[in-house]
């Protein structure tokens, strides 16, 4: 593992909220194109840990060093390096009035007039080059989820599977480094996951750096590199798919694992 291939270093990493200790000090590094899933139990700390990494919450103690800036700092400006790592939630978080094109354009027309207006070349004609450059870009990602024929559509008209996919798409729509997943298909009826662990394993292929807090085990081991299992705010172990399912090393894993693949 080069330095040129490190992409995230978490050095120390902890989190309280109040007297609640939730990480306890996490160590772990993320290199380029790699697909780390995280499990855990519940109250592990797991989706403290992936908030984190965006300082989505600010660190108690410890560094989150992105492509080399340590974005926990906060004479860091966060949003600068925030815009590099799309982020997926558990809840969608779609903007119910707006369409679903609208909400895959909103965040790179943002950032596309904050840039020229800082370049002095923002006008009416830049506008509208922009938005039409932003429109296609949506437009083509909708195409790739099968969902061109909603792009006018609202949210309150999709199913939990289609809106999860919008989700993932209006994260990649700011062509981020990494992408990061809170349980994207926990709040799905069971027939909607597959089509949105099917986005998501055809991004890994296409090499996106993915960090995916999940209890979906087959995706696991099909599609990480590197399963964390979290306990009581620690990395308690770590490993390829194989090592971590097939060979267990301590009794906390052991017994996760009896009781979620029951």
Known sequence: MTENNVILEVKGLQKSFGDNHVLKGIDTVITRGEKVVVLGPSGSGKST?????????????????????????PKVDINIHRQKMGMVFQHFNLFANKTVIENIMMAPIYVGKKRLKKERKYNRATKKILKQEVYETALELLRRIGLEDK??????????????????VRALAMNPQVMLFDEPTSALDPEMVGEVLEVMKDLAKQGMTMI???????????????VIFMDEGVIAEEGTPDAIFNNPQTERLKTFLSKVLM
């Open 49 to 73: 840990f992936l908030r984190c990494l965006n300082c989505m919450e600010d660190p108690t103690g410890g560094s989150v060093i992105f492509n080399g800036v340590d974005i926990a700092d």
């Open 151 to 168: 792009a006018n559509a609202y949210p309150s008209s999709l199913s939990g599977g289609q809106k999860q996919r919008v989700a993932i």
């Open 212 to 226: 995916v807090v999940t209890h979906e085990m087959g995706f696991a081991k099909e599609v990480a590199d590197r």
